[in-house]
């Protein structure tokens, strides 16, 4: 007899249903558990109370802020505080209900943590959020409020607070006595420095294994030594160790050598079935001699533990904030829970085949360079680390528009464009004779609103016409340079010497605002007859010969008003390898000018008076083959490029091609603003770093 569809249906899905529910089972959905117990010091009895407490406000070692329990503060034994030997012994109850004085509800059943410590006390180590060698925070008074009220990371939290071993500093006094000693001036001579027992784990891990980290700082430490984890019933010991600790901080005040430090212990092994475990150090030790001391400190000390059966990432990656072009970078992690444990790295969220061990190493080139992290999974659940990410260093192009690049108009020859720092453009501008002239830029008399232009083997010829439209009032009087008076039309600086190179001044020390020419270390300095501060617009050209007797011409408004030929003195040397600058001097030696230019022209050879009356007159662009540059002004400035990169030593190299040669980039240092010329097309950066392996993580802490 056939059977019926829905009979075969229902029987189908009946065993689904078996199987989904021992897939639940095998997992242990039901009871996999992490908490993390941090134990907390107490500075009371007016002893600098600011130490106190330190209860975790944010996720520490993978455990999420609520999965940490803040037990009741031990005592320092400091400021008159009741101590006596061989310390103080506290006990706790947590469970499902507990939500007070620090702790937070089990996920399920009820525990009861006892421990002895010698005393507790208070440490600036902080882990991986500080700056190494020593990874402290600020320390002192002030360090510890900063951490109770404005803690950088969940970590820092924990480190803070920790309990003695008994051995090194701390309030023990001789042997069998009840009066604290000065600092280290006895060991507590119990073998058992500090302990820790946790009853109970059977209703916490009801249908799972666990496993257990310890985490440690000191104020007297050297190394930390192993401790021990003991499952009670069955007298079964791991042993666990502070592996590869950062260097300490040496404080000195001992004939050891005494640091403030700190670590992550490596995972004890898995409990299974257990309801008590044991917690302690191995006998710490410490000696040595001489000045400065020399010889072991291992500190055995405690400042929280985690208890899990699930994946925990305890040590994310760290990000690798700068790596360069050959270098190596390294990423690493620690994860604990009931192996066997299964290892992912992702890069932008995607799997890396491959990478599936607690190290991740790959080259510094572009294409790595990312978000990291680490996805843990076992039985019992998935665990995932903090992102890290690795930048590689590089030449970046801004994605903001910076609209200053000033284009030159000289039709017969390459262009010179200019870096506008601040001057602002205007389509024309109207004097008080109702003179207009299209195309203006406005100086207003500061220091960044000027224009430059680099420099060219064009401009460095042994003479040339510089012309150019003014319109001022006068200098502004309130803008100072170094010097104090006079403000630049024209510079072109010498490098090692500020004020020291050849300028054109708006010279407000001489009545009517005239111009003054002056040359290299005051060589062939002049002045004119005529003052141009008057609100019109009027038209200056300056030509010069700096060849032996040679010298300077102004003409104004076409027709000529002075030189310094002739003058005792009047030789000079026209400046080259430097950047020319129009409205303001890079040496901040004179003022910056205060008002209007238009029409600004450098020619590499001398005009004639002809040719100047003749651009006055009718605009004419005179010699088109001497005309290096003409800044028009036709339109505002245009949208320019910055180029950034973060490692300062770096060079920034440029080229006509892509085939080279190419040549360093004087002065070039990020940002950079790129004003392009026939010589500088293509950028390239170039490292000068031996290449070097960057670990995100060097300690395990």
């Known amino acids: 007899m056939k059977r019926k569809l829905g009979s075969i249906l229902s029987s189908r899905n009946k065993k689904i249903a078996c199987t989904v529910s021992a897939a639940a089972l095998m997992l242990g959905v039901s009871s996999a558990a992490t908490i993390g117990l941090h134990f907390q010091c107490s500075y009371g009895c ?115 607070s920790f309990l003695r071993d008994g051995v090194n500093y701390g309030p023990n ?47 007297s430490m050297y190394d930390l030594t192993n401790a021990f984890v003991i499952d009670v019933a069955n007298s079964v010991t791991n042993s666990v160790s502070y592996p590869n600790t950062a260097p300490p901080n040496p404080q000195g005040g001992a004939p050891w050598t005494r640091g403030i430090g700190g670590g992550l212990s490596t995972v004890s092994g898995v409990f299974s079935n257990v309801d008590h475990i044991h917690i302690m150090s191995n006998p710490p030790q410490h000696g040595g001699t001489g000045s400065p001391p020399t010889g072991y400190d291992n500190a055995g000390t405690i400042s929280g533990f985690i208890l899990t059966d699930k994946p925990v990432v305890t040590m994310s990656p760290q990000s690798i904030p700068l790596s360069g072009p050959g270098d190596t970078d390294q990423l690493s992690a620690y994860a604990i829970g009931v192996p066997p444990l299964s290892y992912q790295w992702q890069f932008n969220g995607q799997d890396i085949p491959g990478a599936t061990t607690l190290t991740n190493t790959f080259p510094a080139v572009l294409a790595n360079a990312g978000s990291y992290t680490l996805v843990v999974t076992n039985l019992y659940g998935a665990a995932t680390s903090k992102v890290a990410v690795v930048t590689v260093d590089s030449i970046v192009e801004s994605s903001t528009a910076t609209n200053n690049i000033v284009y030159d108009s000289n039709p017969d020859n390459p262009q010179h464009d200019g870096y506008d720092m601040g001057a602002t453009w205007l389509a024309s501008s109207t004097d008080s004779a109702s003179v207009t002239r299209t195309g203006v830029m406005s100086f207003a008399a500061e220091a960044t609103n000027g224009i430059s232009f680099a420099d060219n083997t064009n401009f460095d010829g042994s003479s040339g016409t510089i012309s150019f439209w003014m319109q ?62 008057d609100g019109k617009w009027h038209f200056v050209a300056l030509v010069f010969n700096n060849s032996t007797n040679g010298g300077a011409a102004l003409f104004i408004d076409g027709a000529f008003d002075s030189t310094n030929s002739g003058n005792s003195g009047s030789s000079f040397t026209w400046p080259v390898g430097q950047a020319l600058e129009i409205g303001y001097g890079s040496d901040n030696y004179w003022r910056a000018y205060n008002g209007l230019l238009n029409d600004f022209r450098y020619y590499n050879t001398i005009l004639s008076a002809s040719e100047i009356s003749s651009i006055y007159s009718s605009g004419a662009l005179a010699d088109t083959a001497a005309l290096q540059l003409e800044y028009a002004f036709a339109a505002a400035p245009g949208e320019g490029l910055v180029l950034t990169w973060a490692e300062p030593s770096a060079i920034l190299q440029s080229a006509s091609n892509l085939e080279g040669p190419w040549t360093p980039v004087n002065g070039a240092s990020s940002p950079y603003t790129l004003v392009p010329t026939a010589s500088q097309q293509f950028f390239r950066y170039v490292s000068t770093n031996a290449p070097q392996t960057h670990i995100s993580n060097p300690f395990l802490m």
Request: aromatic fraction near 12%; hydrophobic fraction near 30%; glycine fraction near 14%.
């Open 46 to 160: 007016g002893h600098n109370p600011s130490y106190s407490g330190f209860s975790v406000t944010l996720p520490a070692f993978g455990v999420p802020t609520n999965g940490w329990e803040n037990l009741l503060p031990t005592g320092t034994g400091y400021g008159g505080c009741s101590w006596t030997l061989p310390g103080y012994t506290t006990n706790e109850v947590i469970d499902t209900e507990t939500s007070t004085n620090g702790l937070n509800p089990l996920p399920n059943g009820s525990i009861n943590v006892s421990w002895f410590a010698n005393a507790a006390n208070y440490d600036p180590f902080g882990g991986y959020g500080f700056a190494a060698p020593f990874y402290e925070h600020s320390g002192g008074g002030q360090g510890a409020i900063d951490v109770a009220t404005n803690p950088s990371t969940g970590e820092e939290q924990i480190y803070s």
């Open 472 to 533: 001022s009032t006068g200098t502004d009087t309130n803008e100072s340079g170094s010097y104090g008076y006079g403000a630049v039309l024209f510079e072109r600086p010498v490098a090692t010497n500020a004020g020291g190179g050849f300028v054109l001044l708006q010279d407000d020390l001489v009545q009517g605002n005239k111009l003054q020419l002056i040359g290299p270390n005051d060589i062939g300095n002049f002045t004119s007859t005529k003052s141009v501060s």
């Open 173 to 219: 006094g001789p042997a069998g006595t009840s009066t604290p000693a000065p600092y280290g001036s006895a060991d507590n001579p119990l073998e058992a420095y500090y302990y820790v027992d946790v009853t109970g784990l059977k209703t916490l891990f009801t249908n799972t294994p666990f496993v257990v980290e310890l985490m440690a700082s000191a104020d």
